[in-house]
């Protein structure tokens, strides 16, 4: 069973980048789908993008992106499927909160759930708070 380990949260202003990371131990996230969420307090999980399992293509699968984050927003997975990477570029204020990583194993890259219920494993969360 794969564990979800995250990093890569902080502190930046309004137009600033950062890079989360979400680290797969004890398994390759080869046969699951990867998501990202993110929380603030009194809201509910809010989806940011997910990407699929494997294709067999070199981008490592299919992405879907939440409609606040598009253009800004991009996840990638490194060539070993043992790390997905949310890159956050031109980051508003209204991104600040905890962003999680999340997974579950899938049969095949066509399941790519939007909604946080569907995922099984999650990573700890890590803290983005941008500055205006």
């Known amino acids: 069973q794969v564990q979800l380990i995250e990093s890569g949260g902080g502190l930046v202003q309004a137009g600033e980048s950062l890079r989360l990371s979400c680290a797969a131990s004890?398994?390759?996230?080869?046969?699951?789908?990867v998501g990202w969420f993110r929380q603030t307090p009194g809201k509910e999980r809010e989806f940011v993008g997910l990407?699929?399992?494997?294709?067999?293509?070199?981008?490592?699968?299919?992405?879907y992106y939440g409609d606040s984050v598009k253009g800004r927003f991009a996840i990638s997975k490194d060539n070993g499927e043992k790390t997905v990477y949310l890159q956050m570029n031109n980051l508003k204020s209204e991104d600040t909160g905890v962003y999680y990583c999340?997974?579950?194993?899938?049969?095949?890259?066509?399941?790519?759930?939007?909604?946080?219920?569907?995922?099984?494993?999650w990573g700890q969360g890590t803290q983005v708070t941008v500055s205006a």
């Open positions: 004890g398994d390759t996230f080869g046969s699951y789908v």
């Open positions: 999340a997974a579950s194993r899938v049969p095949d890259r066509t399941i790519v759930p939007l909604r946080s219920e569907s995922y099984s494993l």
């Open positions: 990407i699929s399992r494997s294709d067999g293509s070199r981008s490592g699968g299919t992405r």
